[in-house]
């Protein structure tokens, strides 16, 4: 299929620019693909279509703080860091992005101060990457856990430009999954954002079993695809890692014929990636860049959650390859009259 196929319009006033007031009251559409029926609920009444036995594959990973705000040297002009990822924790090196980014050169000392205005850190430029790609090295002087805590006292909740506000004191709660444990991504795994404390109470008691891995989501689940032919696209690499724990639950629960449902793209991707010669999940740790799109044959997940993604983005492409590609498309034009709320803290989808 062509990228092109997977363009729409979507009314602008339709992207979500805060979370519902409470996780699980968000609106949830169902789509059945053996039907093609299509209901309207409240995310929390998606518990009626699971049972005892069923399997809720969920991303625990945590977003940390990744916009830094700070001055170059000398000049004292204001600079943007976005900080990617880690390369080497005691070296304190990172891969980041400038902005702006034609000020900013190898050799340049950046400085990041706190809330009362006192410098905090301080950073070298010591490599370029790409255009706005930078690697830079903190000066800092104590132990990983005090840098940490430093720099996660100076960063911003990274919400996506696509939101288009300023980053306020909610979204430091509501831009984070309540099971949210191994910092690293820069990006909610949003799917997850639905579920409250209550809910999971509610599975757990229903008998439905939890299996969590990591996926650490960088900016790349976000970039624009450039290609027409969708099989010369390629996806940035992300860290992902299923445990024997999760494994078992997953593989007992696809051997017993129950849903395998994963919560969110991320949870898909990495499941698909860490497929066994006899078609079952295995335990994996490592870096993905697997990028699923139509017709592809889905291995380990029979149904999925996923909120509303925007037009020609990988994400709902790798719906449209879950859910048919006509089915998913009526969802959406269905959606869109519907006033359904898009992307990150917009409502979610259940694919059955």
Not at 189 to 203: D, E, I, Q, V, Y
Not at 251 to 273: D, H, I, L, P, Q
Not at 306 to 332: E, Q, R, W
Request: neutral net charge.
């Amino acid at each position: 299929m062509k990228l092109s196929s997977f363009d729409f319009e979507l009314p602008e006033e339709l992207i979500a620019k805060y979370p519902s007031k409470e996780r699980d009251e968000s609106r949830l559409m169902v789509v059945h693909k053996d039907t093609g029926k299509i209901e309207h609920k409240v995310f929390k009444e998606i518990i009626h279509y699971f049972d005892e036995g069923d399997a809720l594959v969920f991303n625990n990973t945590k977003v940390f703080p990744a916009r830094l705000f700070g001055n170059k040297e000398k000049t004292g002009a204001n600079i943007e860091v976005f900080l990617l990822r880690e390369l080497n924790p005691d070296a304190r090196l990172w891969d980041v992005l400038v902005d702006p980014a034609r000020k900013i050169r190898v050799g340049n000392k950046l400085y990041f101060t706190g809330p009362e205005g006192v410098e905090s850190l301080v950073a070298e430029v010591v490599d370029n990457t790409t255009s706005r790609g930078r690697t830079i090295r903190f000066l800092f002087d104590g132990s990983n856990e005090e840098f940490n805590n430093e720099l996660f006292s100076l960063g911003k909740t990274p919400l996506p430009k696509y939101i288009n506000r300023e980053v306020e004191a909610i979204d430091k709660e509501r831009y984070q999954t309540i099971y949210a444990k191994n910092f690293g991504a820069v990006a909610a795994p949003t799917a997850g954002l639905h579920f409250s404390r209550n809910l999971m109470k509610r599975f757990e008691l229903l008998g439905v079993d939890f299996a969590e891995l990591t996926l650490h989501i960088g900016l790349g689940t976000f970039r624009s695809i450039e290609v027409e032919d969708l099989s010369k696209h390629k996806m940035d690499a992300e860290y992902f890692k299923i445990d024997d724990n999760t494994v078992e639950i997953v593989n007992k629960a696809k051997k017993n014929k129950k849903k395998v449902c994963m919560v969110g793209t991320t949870s898909m991707r990495s499941v698909e990636s860490a497929v066994s010669a006899d078609m079952m999940l295995k335990r994996a740790e490592g870096w993905t860049n697997k990028f699923i799109y139509p017709p592809y044959d889905f291995q380990i997940g029979n149904s999925m959650i996923t909120n509303f993604h925007l037009p020609k983005s990988s994400l709902i492409i790798m719906i449209s390859a879950f859910g048919g590609y006509d089915l998913i498309m009526k969802a959406y034009e269905e959606a869109i009259k519907e006033k359904y709320r898009f992307f990150s803290y917009g409502d979610a989808m259940l694919i059955l």
